[in-house]
């Protein structure tokens, strides 16, 4: 009988590109037609009910109950005219990809069972309550009711999935503690509005709302269905935990920006289309650099908008994928020695006139308000590296991180060579006098960067955090990751920084200095207390772990280690005291990601095992019988030196294999025994700890193993599609 894992291969012959037909060629005719936009609403919306929510969407206030009901009402009439027959409150629990429970617009009317009549009320609209206990919650629970509230988001707009009308929401206990990513995202943005506006002022009175952007970068891998369905790891885990490498893979870097194959074509045409009708600006797409591995990146919006929109893609890529026969792979790690998986999360903050305060200005004065956000900027990331660490570090990402073609879990800035002579600049004038020759000289060097930085072709992919021009560019976020943990900590980060470098100033102000000396005087302590922050090398190299060491930057890799440090000194003061997150919260969100990272450890503990013991060890076996056999045939026929001669490679080949075999047999019982031992210990942070230590070793340790029986073993019997099929089939 075939193996499965030819099966698969044979249905791959059959396989044709999917025909997929634009509705037209102009994506204005139907961009954001599933959507409710602000267009709609004035359609379908009374006068006050659309002024409600206008009114709502721009002072991130809520609905008030009263005009609720006519909201929903037009609301329904639009999401029915367009097919829907259900609605759900859209949320984002703790953990990977969101939630949704959905309710027929069914009712009774007034209780009558013989009149059943559409229905949707403006308190469904505005307010739900799910089950709280069935979403991660770190022990809330336990000490409080489990009643839950979803209440509705009014600065993302409702939209439609199939016969669903989608209504996006915050998820809290009953008690208002958070339990999405939601919550304390929306609380992080207030507070570098806040922040940002009153810091602005010094540049311009007329700045009165500053809104963080960001333009997600999502990597993610294809594989075909059939090959898919024949790897229970990549089904069960979103990773293969063994394969040996193929002879091929990406030493050419044939694949980054070659053609994109019809097949995967298509997809991406049936993709961008989906995305469109959403209201995702879905704007780029291409081959990344692993054979097999794409990238799609829409135009930058606000931050909570572009997440929910990085929400939805997620769950869409993997739609539209399933009609094309391939599965997507969104882990940043699928393929062990192969590139891995980011979302590069591009973020800037803009101001309500329209200044892109990390964009470089026309004269020394708007360079200085540039110069001042850029160098606090640098400043957060220094001060809150275990912060922004734990805020990416996830079980899956800790694969790629520190990996070879990854940035490390060392967090550094990259500046580019313009900017960093600019703040060097900025450092040096210590000790002059500022009111002549050496504010003269330092505001000729502010004021010559525009005209360097329009070629910012000054490019790093290997930092973390890089500055490209106009932007910060966050790269270590993880593929898989809800990118709100990333942007809820470097905002909130950086509120607490611009306050404190404005009491500085202020400060400095009240003690005689003019505004701009002050500024600049203030600015130049936070540039010379962070610089060891900057580096514009290798990230990706040894001398940098090395390097990074001597500058006493942390370097975490451990996943419970760097979780920890969310309960941090620091990370406390940015969130506790910023406001974003009760400490309560903040525990309970520990707690959640430490059980998070030991259920990923036991799933895949679990997965390997048996895939070991029901796959890999009897495929081991029957090869050795059949060797065995031979070489039982050859004495049959042959005696003496000569049987000896013939039979001496067999007979090797019979010790390795079974001293393998032996190994991984070992090695899965003694896994199963930590994982027990494991088990009983009660606290979560420690149990991490213990999975961390204890169980992860095993994984790679049995790996190993079953990879070099994968290379003796005969390719016929070979149970699992290779990494050859996996990562060149398509
Ligand atoms: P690259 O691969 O060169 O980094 P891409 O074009 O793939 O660039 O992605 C860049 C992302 O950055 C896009 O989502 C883009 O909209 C976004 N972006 C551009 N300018 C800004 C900005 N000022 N703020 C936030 N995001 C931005
Ligand atoms: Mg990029």
């Known amino acids: 009988m075939a193996t499965l894992r030819f099966s698969a291969i044979q249905e791959l012959f059959s396989r044709q590109p999917k025909e997929v037909v634009l509705p037209s060629n102009k994506v204005t005719d139907y961009y954001a037609e599933n959507v409710f936009t602000k267009e709609t609403m004035r359609k379908y919306l009374s006068k006050d009910a659309f002024k409600a929510v206008k009114k709502a969407m721009e002072s991130q206030t809520s609905i008030d109950l009263d005009i609720s009901d006519s909201i929903a009402e037009g609301m329904k009439t639009w999401a029915v005219e367009k097919g829907a027959t259900h609605y759900t409150h859209w949320f984002q629990p703790l953990t990977d990809g969101t939630a949704e429970k959905h309710d027929g617009f069914i009712d009774y009317s007034e209780g009558n069972s013989e009149n059943v009549i559409q229905n949707f009320s403006g308190s469904l609209l505005v307010q739900q309550e799910p089950d709280a206990s069935s979403f991660p919650n770190g022990g809330i629970r336990q000490t409080f009711e489990a009643r839950g509230y979803t209440a509705w988001d009014v600065s993302s707009p409702c939209f439609i999935v199939g016969t669903t009308l989608c209504i996006p929401t915050v998820f809290v206990s009953y008690t208002g503690e958070a339990l999405d990513y939601k919550t304390p995202l929306l609380k992080a943005l207030q507070a570098v509005d806040k922040a940002a506006v009153d810091v602005c002022h010094y540049f311009d009175k007329n700045v009165s709302k500053v809104v963080p952007s960001l333009g997600v970068e999502q990597e993610y891998f294809l594989v075909d269905e059939a090959l898919y369905m024949a790897r229970p790891d ?299 922050i900057v580096f514009n090398g290798d990230g990706y190299s040894d001398a940098w772990v090395d390097e990074a060491a001597k500058r006493g930057l942390t370097n975490v890799t451990s996943v419970p280690a760097s979780l920890e440090n969310y309960l941090g000194e620091q990370a406390k003061k940015v969130l506790v005291f910023g406001g974003i997150m009760s400490e309560k919260e903040l525990e309970a969100r520990v707690e959640i990601e430490m059980e998070k990272y030991v259920m990923l450890l036991q799933i895949e503990g679990r997965v390997l095992g048996d895939l070991a013991v029901n796959h890999i060890i009897p495929t081991g076996v029957k090869y050795l019988t059949s060797l065995i056999n031979n070489v039982k045939g050859l004495a049959d026929i042959f005696e003496g030196e000569e049987l000896a001669k013939l039979s001496k490679g067999r007979k090797e080949l019979i010790i390795e294999i079974s001293e393998h075999i032996d190994a991984i047999k070992d090695k899965v019982a003694q896994l199963r025994h930590v994982r027990g031992e494991a088990n009983k210990i009660e606290n979560e942070t420690q149990k991490a700890y213990e999975y961390d230590k204890k169980v992860k070793p095993f994984m790679d340790d049995i790996r190993f193993h079953i990879d070099e029986l994968e290379l003796i073993v005969d390719d016929e019997e070979w149970p699992l599609p290779k990494y050859r099929e996996l990562l060149f089939f398509r």
Do not use: C
């Open 234 to 532: 990549l089904v069960l885990t979103g990773r293969t935990l063994m394969g040996h490498s193929s002879a091929k893979d990406q030493q050419l870097d044939d694949h980054y920006f070659g053609s994109i194959p019809t097949r995967v074509y298509k997809f991406m045409i049936e993709l961008e289309l989906e995305a469109h009708k959403l209201g995702i600006p879905m704007k780029t797409r291409h081959n990344e650099v692993a054979p097999n591995q794409f990238e799609a990146a829409p135009i930058y919006e606000e931050v909570n908008l572009a997440n929910d929109h990085n929400q939805l893609f997620m769950d869409l890529v993997k739609r539209v994928a399933a009609t094309h026969k391939f599965r997507v792979l969104l882990h940043e790690k699928p393929f062990a020695g192969i590139n891995g998986s980011g979302k590069h999360n591009n973020w800037s903050i803009i101001t309500d006139t329209g200044v892109n305060l990390f964009s470089p200005g026309k004269n020394a004065k708007s360079n200085l308000q540039f110069l001042t956000f850029v160098v606090n900027t640098i400043a957060t990331v220094y001060k809150n590296q275990d912060l922004l660490r734990a805020s990416i570090l996830t079980g899956s990402n800790s694969h790629r991180l520190g990996a070879n073609e990854a940035p490390p879990a060392i967090l550094s800035v990259f500046t580019g060579t313009q900017v960093a002579n600019t703040i060097q600049r900025l450092i040096e004038t210590a000790g002059e006098d500022l009111s002549t020759a050496g504010k003269t000289s330092l505001q000729h060097g502010i004021g010559r960067l525009p005209e360097i930085l329009l070629d910012n072709t000054d490019r790093n992919r290997t930092s973390p955090f890089a500055f490209t021009g106009n932007r910060f560019e966050f790269r270590a976020v993880g593929s898989k990751s809800n990118s709100a943990a990333a942007m809820t900590a470097l905002n909130a980060a950086l509120a607490l920084q611009l306050k404190e470098f404005k009491a500085d100033v202020d400060a400095a102000i009240k003690s005689g200095l003019k505004k701009d000396e002050a500024i600049i005087t203030v600015l130049r302590k936070v540039a010379t207390e962070s610089k060891s």
